[in-house]
């Protein structure tokens, strides 16, 4: 489950990185580091599954 929520960390960051390169606003820099924190977070969980299954 950890491994979830690290890559859900990192695709926030890298959200956040992309709406600022992208010139956005505050509220824009929040949206996309929230929407890539889902995105992927549910690949982490995802990952994480088959890992587990696999190991």
């Known amino acids: 489950m950890l491994l979830g929520l690290l890559i ?3 695709g926030a960051v890298l959200g956040a990185y992309l709406a600022r390169k992208r010139k956005g606003k505050i509220l824009d820099i929040l949206q996309y580091a929230g929407v890539y924190f889902l995105a992927f977070g549910v690949l982490g969980v ?4 088959v890992l587990l299954r696999i190991l």
Do not use: R
């Open 8 to 10: 859900g960390l990192a």
């Open 46 to 49: 995802l990952l994480n599954t």
